[in-house]
Structures are given as C-alpha cells and as structure tokens.
C-alpha cells in the first residue's frame, strides 16, 4: 500500500520475552519517527531516524530500548526483557523530509503479560 | 520543560454544533504548533499547522490561531458532521524538524445526528 505499514498490529508476550516491532515507511520517505502512545495519554518520541542514522534517539527511555534502520527504509523496533510498564501501542511515521508533514502508520499494539 | 495541555474530554456534541478544543502550550522559544486527528481505526493525520506568532492553520472547516500572547492555540469548527468524530490531538515542536513533536492527551469527540 501508498501508507505507513507496521507489523504486527497486535502482539502479546510475556514479562522479560524479546519482541520487536516493524515500520515499512513510505517509499522515498528519509526520514522515520518512532513514538509511543500508553493509554489515555498523547504520542511521545522515542527515537528519530534521517537516513540509516539515528538522528535523536533522547526519547528511548532505557537501554533496553533499541531501533535500527539498516537501510534506510525498513526499521525494527527491539525491546529487551520486556516490563509491563512497556505495553502501549507503538506508533511509526515517515516523512519524504526531516522537515515535512509525518504520515503516521495505524501502529502496533504491544501487552505485556 | 515544553509541554502542551488541552482540555480533557470526552466532548459530545449534536451535529451542526460549534465546536472549541483548547490547547495551551509551554515552550522557550518560537516553536511550531499542530493539530492531529485519529479517527476510528486509522492512523494519526495532520489537520492543521501554524509556525509563527498569529498565523492561523485551517483544514476542513476547522481553523486554529497561534496566539502567542496567551501562549494558545485552540481549535474551532462552526459546524460540526458526525464525520468529525475522532481523537484530536495538539501539539508543538521547538525544533527545525517537524517529527520531535510533544503531543497533548488528545481530546475525543463524539458527534450525535
């Protein structure tokens, strides 16, 4: 499709699992945006990517927090021994420049058990 | 440190009503400010923006000024659809980029026929 895609749309693991998250931006977007929206509350950064660089990564809150975006396109999301502090639905946008409009995928919700 | 705050919802309102979302914001600087729509089981969009002092954003019939002496940029409609109902979330950014954005909690409307 035109949009952002994220996979999968829904996960559910259990306390101190491994998961990650994946954002297909939109084709010819450089730059790709990482935030995380926990219930009742609004989207917070976590991590800015221009390029296969992480540009800003100041919103991860720890180190078991990680992304990569090997080559310019596709970014994984990675979160280690998961907590379940960390359920919340992880959102993903792209934009053709650092500064366009973001396009937001419908991003995926991730429980934590 | 920046912040935005919009009233809480939910907002019910009968179709043709005037709709108000307030949003005041805290910030150093000139940041930029927006408004965000989710509706029901889509992605967060852009509506609307303004990146200097008085400018006013508008969009589907929804407008929003940047008043920078009461530090506000609320948003308003005349005439509200039942298509209208969705999550509307403000927010600003004070840097260059237009993705490090800091999101209020987002206010969500319901429109009744």
């Known amino acids: 499709g035109a949009g952002v895609s994220q996979t999968p749309s829904n996960k559910v693991t259990e306390k101190g699992k491994y998961v990650e998250l994946r954002c297909d931006p939109i084709?010819?977007?450089?730059?790709l945006y990482w935030y995380r929206q926990s219930l009742g509350q609004g989207p917070e950064f976590l991590i800015y990517f221009q390029g296969t660089g992480a540009a800003d990564d100041s919103g991860l809150p720890n180190d078991r927090f990680f992304a990569v975006r090997p080559e310019g396109s596709v970014s994984t999301l990675k979160i280690q021994r998961t907590e379940r502090g960390d359920s919340a639905v992880y959102l993903c946008a792209s934009s053709f420049t650092e500064a366009g409009e973001l396009f937001f995928g419908e991003g995926s919700r991730l429980t934590v058990l | 440190g920046n912040s935005v705050t919009q009233m809480e919802g939910p907002v019910t309102l009968s179709e043709e009503a005037f709709l108000t979302i307030n949003c005041t914001y805290t910030?150093?600087?000139?940041?930029?400010l927006f408004w965000y729509v989710q509706y029901p089981g889509e992605g967060l969009q852009l509506l609307l923006k303004a990146t200097k002092a008085d400018d006013k954003g508008s969009n589907k019939g929804f407008e929003a000024t940047y008043r920078k002496e009461t530090t506000s940029f609320h948003l308003e409609k005349g005439s509200v659809q039942v298509s209208d109902s969705a999550v509307y979330f403000c927010a600003l950014s004070d840097r260059g980029s237009q993705g490090n954005l800091i999101f209020g909690k987002g206010t969500k409307l319901s429109v009744k026929p």
């Open positions: 084709s010819g977007h450089t730059a």
């Open positions: 910030a150093t600087g000139y940041p930029s």
